[in-house]
């Protein structure tokens, strides 16, 4: 029994899944004839109260997209630095959009509004402007970590007074939807722009969603094809976004508790130095300095569990649909066991 606890993104289809996928009607999505892909493309901006989504390969495609809606080249984003955008999407920014990021320090990869009014460039030829805002929720090298509300609220109207974009990568927006009791509404009435990924804690094989406003969206179809994004018959794909909306979100919070306790009795081990508060379904933790990163992965491999290291020292562990409750009670026993 090999347990992977790298990310949410390793699930794969379930029975039921594949049967939904494989009765899906589907047409030629260039042409604007697969009736599940549009399907899905409504369900989800009407859950968003957006009047735009598109339906997009990967969430790393989706951002990239939203970025050049918003950005012409030169122009800056604020973005914590903790940002999927500038540290896992292969330097997109610069590369798609010609556009660079200044950095926040905020707090497990979430700002505030201050904290975006400080970073705003000042208005002379000399800077870079700034254009857009950008944030992620729940926060990926947070920990998992869910914005609150209000914060976003008030960096909208930070957005609002200076004219800028304001973007949600909303790749685990499903955990924080769960974890928070907001609604997906709540989300869409703040931002331009939501991504919002099926392939992580939804357990789809693949696929994201652009949602947006109908003037910022006007590009998003060009811009996928210049991406390389179009889809044919995409039904296919987009049939497992409609089961995963139907059947498994609310069992999310099964995976946040399942994190919690990982959390709990890593805190309790020796050769643990500090774990960061588990909120949903991501825990990160360091090792003691004297505690090799290599000899920790190692042992657990040999117990058939996997996880990933993050750089900086810091360990993850990623609990979701595939994780059973088994699997769960083996990990726990494993790591109050582990002798380092």
């Known amino acids: 029994m090999i347990i992977d606890l790298r990310s949410d993104t ?7 899944m594949l049967e939904a996928m494989m009765s899906a009607s589907v047409g030629d999505d260039v042409f604007g004839e697969d009736d599940t892909v549009k399907a899905l493309e409504h369900r989800i901006a009407k859950l968003f109260g957006k009047p735009k989504a598109l339906f997009f390969p990967s969430g790393t495609m989706a951002n990239q997209t939203a970025l050049k809606l918003h950005t012409n080249p030169g122009d800056q984003i604020i973005c914590d630095k903790y940002a999927h955008i500038y540290n896992y999407e292969s330097g997109g920014v610069s590369f ?12 497990k990869g979430m700002f505030t509004a201050e904290q975006v009014m400080e970073a705003i460039n000042p208005n002379a030829y000399y ?9 992620e929720n729940t926060t990926n090298k947070g920990g998992g970590a869910c914005w609150n509300l209000d914060e976003l609220k008030r960096i909208r109207a930070v957005c609002d007074e200076h004219g800028f974009g304001y973007h949600l990568d909303g790749a685990r927006i499903w955990n924080a939807l769960v974890e928070t009791n ?8 703040i931002f331009d722009t939501i991504s919002v990924c099926l392939s992580k804690g939804l357990g789809c094989p693949v696929g994201s969603v652009l949602i947006g406003d109908e003037d910022i969206m006007t590009h ?39 994190a919690s306790e990982l959390g709990q009795v890593l805190q309790q081990q020796s050769y643990i130095k500090s774990v960061v508060p588990v909120e949903t379904n991501i825990v990160i933790f360091e ?49 109050n066991d582990l002798e380092i």
Do not use: W
């Not at 800077?127 to 944030?135: A, D, G, H, M, Q």
């Open 127 to 135: 800077y870079s402007p700034t254009t857009l805002v950008e944030v």
């Open 287 to 335: 090792l003691h300095d004297n505690i090799s990163e290599e000899k920790f992965v190692s042992k657990l491999e040999d117990e058939n569990i996997k996880l990933i290291g993050m750089g900086g020292g810091k360990l993850r562990m990623v609990t979701h649909l595939d994780y059973t409750a088994e699997m769960h009670d083996h990990v726990l026993n494993i790591l």
């Open 96 to 107: 798609n959009s010609g556009a660079s990021c200044k950095l926040i320090d905020g707090d």
């Open 182 to 189: 907001t609604k997906p509404e709540d989300y869409g009435a």
């Open 10 to 16: 390793v699930t794969k289809p379930s029975k039921a």
């Open 220 to 258: 998003a179809l060009r811009y996928r094809k210049v991406f390389g994004g179009n889809m044919r018959q995409a039904g296919y794909l987009a049939a497992a976004g409609l089961f995963a909306l139907d059947n498994n979100v609310e069992r999310l919070k099964d995976d946040h508790k399942r």
